[in-house]
């Protein structure tokens, strides 16, 4: 049966706002003015899941529609794509204005290579049916699958965590619900406590 897209990450976000040492400690690490990358590995655990932080405020701009457009891949392939476990915005004053996005540290802190492209993974052919538009182009496909690769160089995941590359055209009109839907939703963003 497939598990509900918001019921799984509310859970999740739940217990992550429940936990006032870490979420302090990611507003910290957020909020650390020298940091280089734009993404942040932070060490940080959540159960069994690595935490890492998108400082990228692009992303953080389009947090609502990443979300919608990340709930029409696990409805559409009935929760078979792999996603990130953790999405959520750290809000700093409740109206939406996030510090970060925390989400999985794919690279397990360190431990995995993460390769942004996959190429000729089976996954962009069923992104491909997901995002092409009317004409049949498809843009930035190739962009969205990263592969986890562990130390003996073998690829063990295949995540799609790559968003912001790609317009949904074909379910434009669900993708609009979920994008409403996720504007201003409490349960997709963690809060200073």
Do not use: C
């Amino acid at each position: 049966m497939l598990e509900d897209f918001n019921s799984k990450y509310e859970s999740r976000h739940e217990s992550l706002q429940n936990n006032v040492d870490l979420v302090r400690r990611l507003f910290e690490i957020s909020k650390k003015p020298d940091w280089a990358d734009l993404y942040e590995i932070t060490g940080l655990k959540h159960g069994r899941i690595y935490l890492g932080l998108d400082l990228q405020e692009g992303h953080r701009f389009i947090f609502s529609d990443i979300l919608a457009k990340m709930r029409i891949i696990h409805d559409l392939t009935e929760g078979k794509v792999d996603l990130s476990r953790v999405y959520a915005l750290l809000d700093i004053d409740g109206e939406g204005r996030g510090l970060a996005i925390v989400s999985e540290d794919m690279s397990k802190n360190g431990a995995y290579e993460v390769e942004d492209r996959a190429p000729g993974a089976k996954i962009t052919k069923i992104l491909s049916e997901i995002f092409r538009d009317k004409h049949g182009f498809e843009y930035g496909i190739d962009k969205m699958v990263f592969r986890i690769v562990n130390k003996r160089g073998k690829v063990i995941r295949l995540p799609v965590v790559d968003f912001d590359h790609v317009t949904e055209r074909r379910h434009y009109d669900l993708y609009k619900k979920y994008r409403k839907e996720y504007d201003w939703n409490p349960k997709f963003r963690i809060h200073l406590v």
